[in-house]
């Protein structure tokens, strides 16, 4: 019978560890439906990205105050699970402190882990404030309705749930210590639940005892939970913030690439001797020819894609948008958003069927409309104020290249722009014969 905790701790693990691997293979498996893309290069500036901006939150802090509070819980929140160690083991083998013979040095990570709990509480509790009462209006927008917001909101209330059972957990722990009760040995220190302490005054061992463990277990099986919840939520950016910073673009940020299947088609046009309608040579396949852009998430790269997963939904790019500061459709975040939310049917298309059978969606106006495409500067401002270096231009030019190039679907304006290039090598509605008259004025 002593036994039985233990038993049930160990299946507990095992199925939330369980879980959350198969759900990191389905998110594999879907950022792979996207097109190859090698970002091998220049590994010593992919570090110094990925040490600077996602270990060291270097771009959170140009807005200082969230910035700051973001800083507090995600050093907290990360430092305080370094105790999630010991519990596993003090939940396996039924042990209590296990760690309790480093003696001084354990007094200090408890004491610390305690103080950054407090922090990590009274940070969310402000990011709670700021978005539900203050309402700061990047919080707002409309794609922020439903789920998105409820998911916001949902995380927050984990985190002041798990630093609070932590902090009863300790309380407890402490005024069994105090009793001389079997197994709570005295270690550790307390600064923040030796105010707590005092609430249980007057309790019964039994009582304590029993709230201790209920917090214990709450607070591990929380973790479980939240460990698991971060598949369907926005807060995956805590795991693919990571790779995200360290496979971004390097490029300068105006640069364009081209495609392979054009360039082939200019070299083509300009060799005088090549034969455009000749056979594929010895060992080439003809094949479908290459869609110019991308119409749906499987036409995108596999980067983009795990850009849309690493989106934190914080809408800095949109607030930073000058398109959408001036009333237009476009929202940067909404494009990432509707990357991801038509990923996810993909993949649970292909999970229900076996391999992907066409359901006649595409992201291209089922998700992402051209008006939103259109409205686009192309500033790059959304790039620049990412704080995990996610690009929703990179998914807007491609959908904008797949719609003049397959579907001829460029504004009249453009349109227009682009015959004059052909006929007058010039955007404007000039001869060419007169296109040097201005230097004679």
């Not at 042990?95 to 200090?108: A, C, E, K, V, W």
């Not at 686009?376 to 990179?394: F, G, K, R």
Request: glycine content about 8%; aromatic content about 10%; some cysteine.
């Amino acid at each position: 019978m002593q036994y039985i905790p233990n038993i049930i701790f160990i299946l507990a693990l095992a199925a939330g560890i369980g879980y959350f691997t198969m759900n990191v293979r389905k998110l594999i498996r879907n950022i792979r439906l996207g097109k190859d893309i090698d970002r091998s290069d220049n590994k010593s500036a992919r570090f110094k990205n990925m040490a600077k901006i996602a270990l060291g939150q270097g771009k959170m802090t140009r807005r200082p105050v969230s910035g700051f509070l973001h800083i507090i819980v995600y050093v907290g929140f990360i430092i305080i699970n370094i105790e999630v160690l010991e519990i596993i083991i003090d939940g396996i083998f039924g042990t209590h402190r296990i760690f309790s013979f480093l003696g001084g040095l354990y007094d200090f990570l408890i004491g610390s882990f305690e103080v950054l709990a407090f922090l990590v509480l009274v940070g969310v509790i402000i990011f709670w404030i700021r978005r539900n009462i203050v309402k700061i209006k990047r919080f707002w927008n409309p794609e922020m309705k439903g789920w998105p917001k409820n998911d916001g909101n949902l995380i927050l209330y984990f985190e002041m749930v798990l630093m609070t059972l932590f902090l009863v957990m300790n309380a407890t722990d402490l005024q069994l210590q105090e009793l001389g009760a079997d197994h709570y040995i005295k270690a550790g220190a307390y600064p923040i639940s030796q105010f707590i302490s005092p609430l249980f005054d007057g309790m019964s061992e039994g009582t304590l005892i029993l709230i201790e463990r209920g917090a214990w277990w709450l607070h591990i099986l929380g973790i479980l939970v939240f460990l698991n919840y971060l598949y369907f939520s926005k807060h995956l950016h805590i795991l693919l913030a990571f790779p995200n910073t360290y496979f971004a673009n390097l490029k300068p940020q105006g640069e364009f690439n081209n495609l392979e299947a054009v360039t082939k088609e200019v070299m083509l046009m300009m060799d005088p001797n090549a034969d455009p309608f000749a056979a594929p040579e010895a060992g080439e396949e003809e094949g479908e020819p290459e869609k110019f852009g991308a119409s749906d998430v499987t036409d995108l790269n596999w980067v983009q894609l795990m850009n849309s997963y690493t989106c934190t939904e914080c809408g800095r790019c949109t607030s930073e948008c000058p398109a959408n500061q001036t009333g237009k459709k476009l929202s940067p975040r909404k494009i990432m958003m509707d990357t991801r939310d038509r990923l996810q049917e993909v993949g649970d298309n292909i999970d229900k069927n076996g391999s992907f059978v066409d359901d006649g969606k595409q992201l291209l106006n089922d998700y992402i409309t051209p008006e939103e495409l259109w409205a686009c500067t192309s500033c790059n401002a959304c790039v620049e104020t990412c704080p995990v270096n996610i690009s929703p231009l990179s998914i807007i030019l491609d959908m904008r290249r797949y719609l003049v190039m397959e579907e001829s679907a460029a504004p009249s304006e453009l349109n227009v722009m682009m015959t004059n290039i052909e006929n007058n090598g010039a955007p404007w509605p000039f001869n060419q014969m007169d296109r040097m008259n201005w230097s004679n004025e």
